[in-house]
């Protein structure tokens, strides 16, 4: 492409950039360089990456560095995506080359280090501190050595203070480095045949010993006669009767003795007696198909008797004659991997040969020298799904309701694509628009779908339906899930649907296949990307449908302690859309408050699919057939309003009420002197569950046995050190465990504070939870899905697969199974405590209450064979509770919305939290007071009457790792008005629309 003489770079360091930097480009590299090329330049006195975002014809400084090389001969963005990366990095006030690394697999990107060794003119005079002493003298012994290898063997030290001042006294020479991508292109070492057989024969003799029976198979199967005699073949080879005798035997050639046999004289004056069997000629009188007329033949001058001699012929086919020529010469193994490279008929891994044919890389290599096979590389995809098998679905009749959610946006789908035929066609080198001044706001400008479906209602089936479109016209699709519990699920069901063309992106697989996955996505080799959040970065091409299933999670938002930028999938998935083009859908039974507000306002386009379904009409009378179970309902009718545990028909698919939920109030059972944890109507509810062979979940959203230990005699509490919060104990591992910062330690025997031994746990958790039920029902098999239970990979999968399969009877567990799991022979549910998160001072601690306990209550009754829930709480009077109970959405929307109006909160104003952390207290309190000033000021200055700055405070979480934590909330409608230009250093955290203030 036409380049200026300037390359736009942004640079990959650690330290935050929020610009792009010119870099001049050398003539021979200005044909090669294109937008999104990765390149390698140098910053400040260090070698870098960079990513190409623009071209100039002029800088804005004059003294400008070259673009040392490129990395990769292909871009590693496309224009699209550096457009998300300057979006991101404006909406969540997120450094830009922060924002840009997100966009690219780890391993890709490296940072620059610097490597350090002796300056030989140093003569070994002048006085050494012991920290340089120690310095000269690793690099003295081990050599040059780059700083990262330093630092491991000078440990806890500030080494890098004393490398500086070696360097400055010419003691010390540095030099800066920059590492090759740590992931590259998987090769496999392959080995392919490319002699035919009449050369590896040839060539037999060289790989054992020769052999007379060995050579008789090898003129058998090169002689041009297929029945030579029995006296040339001997005379050929040497060989002598006895040979031929054993080779009879083991069945590797046919004899046929001396005998008279019948000729035609010719083709045209054959008899039609023997034209019939043409095949079989010649013949022995006896075997003619009829004897009596040979005579006459005879006497016509038909046909002719002679004598034939003893022949030989080949018993087996001739492509396996080199093989036996090989055995007999005591080589067997060259024979086992000449057929089965022969039966590959490619190039094959050598690991495969190896595993076949017990041949050892000896073995091969004397093949090569022969050159009678090649030694070759080949690239191949490290891809999770290479090795497994789905099998194909087709899809199911859509409902009415769904039939019309479908309609809608399919229409939306089709003018889509009409405006774009209007549009001027996209050029993928087109340089990428780099305004940031007053421009539409994506987010404002885009019209994504809000598809809110009870549960169960085929809202993957929607899903489903717009990446069928999508696909059909040539384009490609994004299915986001909040958690990689749930991507296994996902996968099968979409894979099924779609064979072949489906990919998986999370942070649980390897490096090297992430990589991978992302060249595929790069080249267009899959269609369909699934994953969470960072599925949504993969670098697909011609994007016509993203799809966030769950969409109200708080999964999809990065929050710290990770790196930034904090962005949230849904706002970034919209903005992608509008970027490319895309249809956007976001999918959920309980929707953030305020994607709803934002539908019911016009903002978003609103879809309602407000029945459960249980499935097609066939399927489910054969299924209630075979577990006789149809009695459990009313008969299956062509109407009615659903009420009262009616099925109702909708053309071919079965329609359910949701599942009724009973709250339990646990001051009444306390008060009824029941102090267990299951409340009357939940034990005999299992109880019962069990008796029909049904299965049962049972949530607590708390990990662990006991959520804090302490001392009875003077009541300490074991704590976290670092973090100041209780420590949880895990039996299992007979560990405390802080679940904040993972610091692990032994479980008490005696009280630090005051050495007694009364040491009490208390709290439950999910692990405590599983032995009580295991007391309470010991026959009932059992299983536990929390985040101490799916540490290791696939785990998740063989978890769920198993309750599916029906291998447990009670699933126990924390949110992880609240999230979108079809469990059709779960007809119980039960909520252990629905008050933990009410406690919490977070602005939506009612929302998400809400969300868990209608999601959670969305697994029951999902099959055949209903269901029911029952929530014990504290506080049933509270409304996230009560609106749960009735399924009732929209009375949960009115209370929110009622009670976010009074306090200002989302959607009416924006949330930024800033938030600072140091391992002294008071500093950190200056370092928030000082801030506080600043934002006041600023509020002040720019008349941001709208704008509250609340704090600062301690957070909640007051001391995480060894930090103390105090920030500033500020409500506002516009947070870059407040916020732009305004210095705010590090260590300060900015998080823009933070899905919780804790």
Excluded at 744 to 764: A, K, M, T
Excluded at 766 to 789: I, M, Y
Excluded at 946 to 965: E, H, I, K, M, Q
């Amino acid at each position: 492409m036409e380049t200026g003489r300037f390359a736009e770079v942004v640079v990959n360091v650690e330290t935050p950039l929020s610009d792009a930097y010119h870099y001049h480009i050398p003539a021979d590299l200005r044909p090669a360089l294109a937008i999104g090329h990765l390149v390698e330049v140098e910053f400040g006195r260090r070698l870098a990456q960079g990513i190409i975002v623009g071209f100039a014809d002029s800088a804005p400084v004059e003294e400008t560095k070259p673009v040392i090389s490129l990395i990769d001969p292909e871009p590693v963005l496309w224009p699209w995506q550096i457009e998300l990366a300057r979006w991101l990095s404006r909406r969540y006030m997120a450094p830009l080359n922060a924002c840009f690394r997100l966009l690219l697999p780890p391993g890709l990107t490296r940072w620059a280090d610097s490597i350090y060794d002796i300056n030989p003119r140093w003569d070994g005079e002048g006085k050494l501190t012991e920290l340089q002493q120690r310095l000269v003298d690793l690099l003295l012994e081990r050599g040059d050595q780059r700083g990262r290898q330093i630092a491991r063997h000078l440990k806890d030290k500030k080494w890098t203070a004393a490398a500086t001042q070696l360097t400055n006294r010419g003691i010390l020479r540095r030099a800066s480095v920059l590492d090759p991508p740590r992931v590259r292109p998987k090769q496999v070492r392959t080995v392919e045949l490319i002699a035919g057989p009449a050369r590896i024969r040839a060539a037999a003799p060289r790989l054992g010993r020769a052999t007379k029976a060995a050579a008789v198979l090898a003129y058998l199967a090169d002689a041009a006669d297929p029945l030579p005699a029995e006296a040339d073949v001997l005379d050929a080879t040497g060989a002598t009767i006895k040979h031929l005798d054993a080779l009879a035997a083991a069945g590797l050639i046919t004899r046929s003795p001396a005998a008279e046999v019948v000729v035609p004289i010719s083709r045209a004056k054959a008899p039609p007696e023997l034209l019939a069997v043409r095949p079989r000629l010649p013949l022995a009188p006896d075997a003619l198909p009829r004897p009596e007329l040979l005579p006459g033949w005879l006497a016509a001058g038909l046909v002719r008797v002679e004598a034939q001699p003893a022949t030989v012929s080949l018993a087996v086919p001739a492509r396996r004659v080199t093989g036996h020529i090989l055995r007999l010469g005591r080589a067997e193994v060259y024979g086992r991997i000449l057929d089965y490279l022969a039966d590959e008929a490619r190039a094959v891994a050598l690991s495969d040969v190896y595993a076949t044919t017990g041949a050892t890389l000896y073995h091969l290599r004397k093949l090569v020298a022969l050159d009678l096979v090649r030694l070759g590389d080949e690239h191949v995809w490290r891809d999770s799904l290479a090795d497994r098998d789905f099998a194909p679905a087709d899809p199911p009749e859509l409902t009415l309701d769904q039939a019309r959610v479908w309609g809608r946006i399919k229409v939306a789908m089709i003018q889509d694509e009409a405006d774009d035929e209007d549009d001027e066609p996209f050029d993928d080198d087109d340089e990428p628009d780099t305004t940031t001044g007053d421009e539409v706001d994506p987010l404002d400008a885009a019209t994504p779908f809000l598809l809110h479906g009870v549960t169960g209602s085929g809202k993957t089936e929607i899903y489903m339906r717009a990446i069928d479109y999508a696909l059909a016209r040539g384009q490609r699709a994004i299915m986001l899930v909040p958690e990689i519990a749930l991507t296994p699920q996902t996968v099968r069901r979409f894979a099924a649907r779609f064979p072949g063309r489906v990919a998986v992106l999370h942070s649980a697989l390897s490096d090297g296949e992430r990589y991978d996955t992302w060249r595929r996505a790069r080249a267009g080799l899959f269609d369909i990307a699934i994953g969470p959040r960072s599925a949504l970065f993969a670098p697909l091409p011609n994007l016509g449908v993203i799809v966030l299933d769950e969409e109200h999670d708080s999964s999809y938002k990065q929050t710290p302690p990770v790196p930034p930028p904090y962005y949230h999938a849904r706002e970034a998935a919209i903005a992608l859309g509008a970027f490319t083009g895309a249809a956007v859908i976001l999918g959920s039974a309980t929707p953030d408050v305020v994607t709803y507000h934002r539908a019911r306002s016009g903002r978003y386009q609103l879809l309602e699919l407000p029945k459960r379904i249980m499935g097609h009409r066939r399927r489910i009378e054969d299924q209630a057939g075979r577990l006789n179970v149809l009695s459990r309902y009313q008969p299956l009718t062509d109407g009615g309003d659903g009420d009262g545990g009616d099925i109702m028909r909708l053309d071919e698919a079965l329609t359910i009420p949701l599942p009724p939920i009973q709250v339990t109030d646990m001051r009444q059972e306390l008060r009824a002197g029941n102090r267990s944890v299951f409340s009357r109507a939940l034990e005999l509810a299992v109880s019962e569950t069990l008796a029909r062979g049904e299965q049962a979940i049972l949530f607590l959203n708390r990990r662990g046995t006991a959520t804090f230990v302490n001392c009875r005699d003077c009541g300490h509490v074991m704590n976290c050190p670092r973090c100041g919060i209780p420590l949880t104990y895990h039996q299992p591992r007979m560990m405390l465990v802080c679940h904040q910062c993972a610091r692990r330690e032994p479980h008490p025997h005696v009280c630090p504070n005051c050495g007694s031994d009364r040491i009490r746990y208390f709290g439950l958790g999910t692990e405590r939870l599983q032995e009580l039920v295991r007391e309470r029902w010991p026959e009932a098999r059992l299983v536990r899905w929390d985040r101490d239970t799916t540490g290791e990979e696939g785990s998740h999968e063989a978890l769920l697969a198993g309750f599916i399969n029906r291998e447990s009877d009670i699933l126990v567990g924390t949110q992880m199974i609240a999230k979108g799991l079809d469990l059709p022979f779960v007809t119980l549910v039960g909520v252990i405590s629905a008050d933990i998160a009410l406690g919490l001072p977070d602005y939506n601690t009612g929302e998400r209450v809400f969300q868990v306990l209608a999601q959670v209550a969305g697994r029951a009754g999902r099959g055949l064979l209903g269901g029911r829930v029952i929530i014990q709480t504290y506080n049933p009077e509270h409304y996230a509770v009560r609106a749960a109970a009735e399924h009732d959405y929209a009375a949960f929307y009115l209370d929110e919305m009622r009670f976010r109006t009074q306090r200002a909160l989302p959607p009416f104003r924006r949330i930024v939290r800033l938030l600072v952390s140091d391992p002294v207290n008071d500093r950190a309190e200056e370092m928030a007071r000082d801030m506080a000033r600043v934002l006041n000021l600023a509020v002040r200055e720019r008349s941001l009457a709208a704008t509250d700055v609340l704090g600062p405070t301690p957070a909640f979480f007051t001391r995480l790792d060894g930090r103390y934590r105090w920030h500033i909330v500020v409500h506002t409608p516009d947070p870059h008005r407040l916020l732009d230009d305004l210095p705010i250093p590090r260590p300060w955290v900015v998080d823009i629309d933070p899905e919780s203030t804790l």
